[in-house]
């Protein structure tokens, strides 16, 4: 019955510690609308104008007023340490799964900071969230090239090993947008100059949908993002194909950009 | 005592100022009644424009898919109808019926500043005409929050980026000048005998909606400044690649957006406070306690701003900060509503229509106020923000605390600045609509958040329950559009046949009933020393004991405050 009105969860465990949190104080708001509202209700149907009724002249009462601010302060107090208490689990990622992916030659580390959170053996796939008008693109480690260039991406998809943390560094090139795939957890802004952190780590295989939250123009309805968790065999085959594609087309550039230049010498130009 | 005649509680016209008549008397009105009229009859017009912007929406979104308006036409409508509802309607509204009624309340004669008064009106109309001017040419279309880069001259490069810029100035101005009189009248043109403590809860209310306003609106008028200058003159306060910073702007609208939800909504709780104590014959529960909480109130609204950034790349200490001092802006809110609910316990309340928009509207706002609850939890609003869900929680905040509060005071005063009543039946009738309409379109939307619908999309796919939720969401629109439109009828209605109200038709507590309805220019001949925050009260009592010492000489009579009205 509730879950008609909880938020999406079930693709990570953050969403879940989340959506968990969010029922506790759900029920602790529909407690307190049901008291009050009843109370309002009560006093409207009991105390109607009758016939011969007399108002009491009432103009207050001290005790009664500081116990139900003081009530009311000390739900507010238990919501507050229910969400510290939770907020390790939601914010912090795990290690990854024994049948994760084993992230070999794909970096794994990553360094750590007061925003960025790492799992406790510093391991995660490490992926570059990259937003602009109106599409998500995403940078995965194992550049190909010295000058860090080179690595593999997609776009709209992103796809993932299952049991396998995946922390995310979001920003974006053009205006602010929102990373958001509700069954994965919250959503972060992605802001031009800045970098906003987030991970998840899904169980199943499986494809969660979600899409730009943040107004971006007029594209931003259309701005979708796909999340598709692969058993980790599949992801590394996917990955070495997605760089080997990659590759073969720089290569292929590289060939026609030297064609191009022998013949209109635009390799002389200063500053090209 | 056997010379001693008793005062009537009744103004004689015969004293006032010739009436001066035609449309170049409005132009050139200083009177703080006439420009109040003219505040809350050119909000209304904008609430109407807003309305069926907001309609226009709720179309588009009423099946999946839809094609009705434009992506670019989507965003113009939304953009318009939240800067029409904030800037043109719910704050000017208020800024009217505190021009028409403070001055009533505290017995003056006008307000501090009245040629100020005029100019803080027309510089309301001048940014609304032309701010909707721009629809014959490009309307803007980055929401009413603007975010930039995308509302720069690189993303939006339309003229109604700049006319939202000049409204926001314009309207600025004029709620700055406004807030600054309304301040000064309160502080110096009391009554005799009104002190702080005897001050009517509404004149409370807005005395702190006039301070707000002066701390708030002066860092938007910054922000936009900067936002001008982004745009036409090469400055870069908000560009990342040359040193600026997007989240600044965040930051200072949301400085200023906060603090605006209580501009907007603290004048709808003095309402409440003065329309219940009157329909349960009961004075104000902890009348301390409401003026108190108003003050609180105000003072932490400018402590939680970035609860509206809880996604933004922001240090977590500053989550942490901003969802406690949310959580205390909880704490005297919920007060207000527990003291409402014990003054209407053991009253005897009479269900007139101003009650029932009261109760109502504290209903609605209480839904508001516990869903805020879920969004000041940081990880929790990590998932619901920006979604449906914050669309649903925003219109409980603002239909409760601010448009049937309204709604409370137009039926409520109506009498007294038209001299008529307004039907009851219509008036109930109108009540309902409204009351279900609210319900239907807002509670489905928190669904719609909850199952992954962000907001400000123009179109959503038929996936799940949406398409049925949506259409709910629609048709809840409509109902509550025609509530609106039975009150439009109901004012036309009474101002021709309307039953005459009489000086006192509610036998309320405050000074604005002590004189005629409506007001002579003068507002009081003699101004009654306050001996209590229910002067009105003390007066009927004064001339009851009075005129049993005079019955014999016939010396003083009953006021004509007719109760016996209503069709």
Redesign the interface.
Known sequence: MLA?????SGGSPN?D???N??KI??IA?LV??IL??G??LY??VK????KG?????????TR??LG??SA??LI?LA??VL??T??GS??NPPNSGIQGDRLAGTGGLAYAS??RKLPPNGKALNIQVLAR?YIWQFVYPGAAESDGLGAPYSYEELVVPTETTVALDITSS???H?W?I?EL?????A??????YTWFKIPKPGIY?????????????RMIATVKAVPPAQFDAWLSAQKQQIAEANAEAKTERAKLSSQTGAGQVENP | MATYVAPVPQVSADRAEREVRGWTSWITTTDHKRIGIMYMVTTFIFFGLGGAEALMMRLQLGSPNNTLVTPQTYNQLFTMHGTTMVFLFVVPMMAGLANYFVPLMIGARDMAYPRLNALSYWLLLAGGIVFYASIFWNPPEAGWTSYVPLSSSTYTPSGGQDAWIYLVHLTGISSILGAINLYATIANMRARGMSWGRLPLFVWTILTYSVLIIFAMPVIAAAVTMLLTDRHFGTHFFDSTSGGSPLLWQHLFWFFGHPEVYIMVLPGFGVISEILPVFARKPIFGYKAIAASTVAIAFFGFLTWAHHMFTAPIPEAILVFVMISSYLVAVPTGVKILNWVATLWRGTIEFRTPLLFCVGGITIFLIGGLSGVLLATFPIDWQVNETYFLVAHLHFVLMGGAVFTIFAAIYYWFPKITGRMLSEGLGKASFGLMFLGVLSTFLIQHVLGLDGMPRRVYEYDNVGHLKLYNAISTGGSFVLALGVLVTIVNVARSLKVGVAAGPDPWKANTLEWFTASPPPANNFDVVPAIRSAEPMKDIRREVDRRSLDGRDRGAATVPAGNTQVGV
């Open positions: 008609f009105f909880t938020p999406l969403a510690h989340i959506d949190l969010y104080t759900l708001a307190i609308f009050v509202e109370g309002l006093a409207l105390f109607r104008a009758r009724a007399v108002a009491a002249q009432i103009r207050g009462n009664l007023e139900w601010t009311a302060a507010l919501l507050a969400t510290f939770k907020l939601i914010e007061a925003e008008q053009d205006v602010v929102s958001w509700p957890g919250g959503k972060f802004q802001v031009p100059g800045y970098h906003n949908r979600g899409q730009c939250a943040v107004l971006c123009g007029r594209g931003h309805a």
